[in-house]
C-alpha cells in the first residue's frame, strides 16, 4: 500500500505499535468525531492485526511479509481503517498454493497481510453472535472447544452407538454457493459493512502459479481468516440446524466440513445417510460417492460382520484396539481413535525431509532446539488417545539422531560405544528432547548407517 490521503478525516497519534505502551485515547473515534459511513473501531483493527501477527503466515499476492508489513505498520493499519470505514475497501486476489493431498491437490489460498486484518475484523464482529447460534456439536474454530473435543465426544458416543457414517462433502470449500453464504450472513448482522465486504472477498479472483487470475463464483477459499467463519455458519444451517429439525434424536460431531453421524441401526444409518444427501443437494453441495461411508464399530461386545469397520475423523483412525479393564486386568477390543496411518506416515516422511544425521555443523542443542516445537505439536494433539501408535515415529527420530552421533564422533562408530554414551545422554539430560518423556530408544531401527 502506497501513503493514505487523509483529507479531512481525524489524524492519529499513535495506532498502538510496538514499544507503545498503551494506547491514546485520541487515538479511537468517537461518535461525531467523523463522518465515515462505517462504525469500525481502529482499536479493533490493532487487535485484528495482533490476532493476524500471533497466527503468523505467508505472503500474499503483494510479496510482503509480516515483516515488511511492519515497516510501516502505523500508515498501514491507518490505512485499512479508513477504507473499511469508508465503504472503499477493495480486497486484491488471493495468491493460490497447491498443498499436495492423497489423491490430488488441494488449493490453499494465501490473502494479503492487510487483507487478512481486514477479514479478521470481520470476523470478530460476527464470532459473538454466531456462537450464540451454533449447535453444541459444532466445534470448529470456536472459542473453548476444539478439534480433541470433538475426537473425545465421538470416541464417547462410538461406544453408545453400533453405527457411524463417516461423512465427506466433496469439495466443500470450492463448492459452498455464494448466495446462500450470504443469506446466512445477513441474517445475523445488521452491520451492511459486514455484508459488502463478504461480497467482495466471495469473489475476489484467485491469482495461480503463472500470474493468470481465475474469477470465483462459488466457494471460499481455505487459508483465508474470514473462510472458516464462513464455513461454519453456512454449515450451521445447511446441516447443524437442519439436523436438529429432521432428525432430532440423531448425534453428530462436526468440524467444520468434517462431520460423524451416530445410528443405533443399519437401517436408521441408510436412511439418514439418503436424507443427508438429498440435503446437500439443497444446498449446492454432494457427498462424496465412495469416502462417505457407512461403518459398524466392532469391538469385543459388538461381533457383527460389516465392510467397513474403521473410519478417519480429524487425523485420528477409529476402530478396534487392544484395551485393559483397569478394574479386572482383563483383556478386550475396544472401538478407539488413535493416530491414523496416514498422518503417521506423513510425519514420518517429514522426519526423512530433516536429514538429521547430516546436520553435523549442529550440536544437540541446536537440533533440540529446532525440532522440539514440532515434535511436542504433534504428541499434543494426537497424543491424547493411544499414544503408543506414534512410539514408532518417535523412535525413528531418535535413530536419526543416533546416525548423526556416529557421523559426528568417529569414536562413536562402534555400536556398543554408540549405545553407552546414548544411555548416558539421556540419563544426563532427559529433557533434552521433548520425545524422551515418551520413547528414548529408537526400536528395532538400525542407527548405525
Known amino acids: 500500500m502506497g501513503t493514505e490521503r487523509r483529507g479531512r478525516t481525524v489524524q492519529v497519534n499513535s495506532f498502538g505499535q510496538p514499544g507503545v505502551p498503551g494506547r491514546d485515547r485520541a487515538d479511537e473515534p468517537r461518535q461525531g468525531d467523523t463522518c465515515k459511513p462505517f462504525d469500525i473501531s481502529k482499536w479493533e483493527v490493532w487487535r485484528a492485526y495482533q490476532k493476524v501477527k500471533d497466527n503468523k503466515g505467508a505472503a500474499?499476492?503483494?510479496?510482503?511479509?509480516?515483516e515488511g508489513f511492519e515497516k510501516d505498520l502505523k500508515n498501514q493499519l491507518y490505512q485499512i481503517w479508513n477504507r473499511m470505514s469508508s465503504g472503499s475497501y477493495f480486497p486484491p486476489p488471493v495468491r493460490a498454493v497447491p498443498i499436495p493431498k492423497k489423491g490430488?491437490?488441494?488449493?490453499?489460498?494465501?490473502?494479503t497481510v492487510a487483507d487478512r486484518i481486514a477479514q479478521t475484523v470481520v470476523a470478530e464482529r460476527l464470532g459473538p453472535r454466531m456462537e450464540e447460534i451454533f449447535h453444541d456439536d459444532s466445534y470448529g474454530y470456536r472459542p473453548g472447544r476444539g478439534a480433541i473435543d470433538a475426537v473425545r465426544v465421538c470416541r464417547q458416543r462410538s461406544w453408545s452407538y453400533d453405527w457411524v457414517i463417516d461423512l465427506d462433502v466433496a469439495k466443500f470449500f470450492d463448492t459452498c454457493p455464494h448466495d446462500l453464504i450470504l443469506k446466512a450472513v445477513e441474517a445475523n448482522t445488521d452491520q451492511k459493512w459486514i455484508l459488502l465486504y463478504v461480497k467482495r472477498w466471495l469473489?475476489?479472483?484467485?491469482?495461480?502459479?503463472?500470474?493468470?487470475?481465475?474469477?470465483?463464483?462459488?466457494?471460499?477459499?481455505?487459508?483465508?481468516?474470514?473462510?472458516?467463519?464462513?464455513?461454519?455458519?453456512?454449515?450451521?444451517?445447511?446441516?447443524?440446524?437442519?439436523?436438529?429439525?429432521?432428525?432430532?434424536?440423531?448425534?453428530?460431531?462436526?468440524?467444520?466440513?468434517?462431520?460423524?453421524?451416530?445410528?443405533?441401526?443399519?437401517?436408521?444409518?441408510?436412511?439418514?445417510?439418503?436424507?443427508?444427501?438429498?440435503?446437500?443437494?439443497?444446498?449446492?453441495?454432494?457427498?462424496?460417492?465412495?469416502?462417505?461411508?457407512?461403518?459398524?464399530?466392532?469391538d469385543s461386545n459388538r461381533r457383527g460382520e460389516h465392510e467397513n469397520i474403521s473410519f478417519d475423523f480429524l487425523g485420528y483412525t477409529f476402530r478396534a484396539r487392544a484395551a485393559v479393564n483397569k478394574r479386572t486386568g482383563k483383556e478386550f477390543s475396544s472401538f478407539a481413535p488413535a493416530i491414523s496411518r496416514d498422518k503417521l506416515t506423513d510425519k514420518s516422511h517429514e522426519v526423512r525431509r530433516w536429514r538429521l544425521h547430516l546436520h553435523n555443523n549442529d550440536d544437540l542443542a541446536d537440533?533440540?532446539?529446532?525440532?522440539?516445537?514440532?515434535?511436542?505439536?504433534?504428541?499434543?494433539?494426537?497424543?491424547?488417545?493411544?499414544?503408543?501408535?506414534?512410539?514408532?515415529?518417535?523412535?525413528?527420530?531418535?535413530?536419526?539422531?543416533?546416525?548423526?552421533?556416529?557421523?559426528?564422533?568417529?569414536?562413536?562408530?562402534?555400536?556398543?560405544?554408540l549405545q553407552a554414551w546414548w544411555?548416558?545422554?539421556?540419563?544426563?539430560a532427559p529433557k533434552l528432547f521433548a520425545h524422551w518423556s515418551w520413547v528414548t530408544d529408537?526400536?528395532?531401527?538400525?542407527?548405525?548407517r
Open 367 to 417: 537440533l533440540a532446539e529446532w525440532i522440539n516445537p514440532i515434535v511436542r505439536g504433534w504428541m499434543t494433539y494426537w497424543g491424547h488417545f493411544h499414544r503408543s501408535v506414534m512410539y514408532c515415529l518417535l523412535q525413528r527420530i531418535n535413530a536419526y539422531l543416533m546416525r548423526w552421533a556416529r557421523k559426528k564422533y568417529r569414536r562413536l562408530r562402534g555400536r556398543k560405544r
Open 203 to 298: 469473489v475476489a479472483p484467485l491469482q495461480l502459479p503463472d500470474g493468470s487470475l481465475q474469477a470465483r463464483e462459488l466457494g471460499t477459499p481455505q487459508g483465508s481468516a474470514v473462510s472458516p467463519c464462513l464455513a461454519n455458519l453456512f454449515l450451521h444451517y445447511a446441516f447443524d440446524a437442519w439436523m436438529a429439525r429432521t432428525w432430532p434424536s440423531v448425534c453428530f460431531e462436526r468440524y467444520v466440513d468434517d462431520a460423524v453421524v451416530h445410528c443405533e441401526s443399519l437401517r436408521q444409518a441408510r436412511l439418514v445417510q439418503t436424507s443427508i444427501a438429498e440435503r446437500m443437494a439443497e444446498v449446492g453441495l454432494r457427498l462424496h460417492p465412495t469416502k462417505t461411508k457407512i461403518v459398524y464399530c466392532r
Open 60 to 66: 500474499g499476492v503483494d510479496r510482503v511479509s509480516l
Open 104 to 111: 490430488g491437490v488441494r488449493i490453499l489460498g494465501v490473502p
Open 423 to 428: 544411555n548416558s545422554l539421556v540419563a544426563r
Open 442 to 448: 529408537c526400536g528395532v531401527a538400525f542407527a548405525g
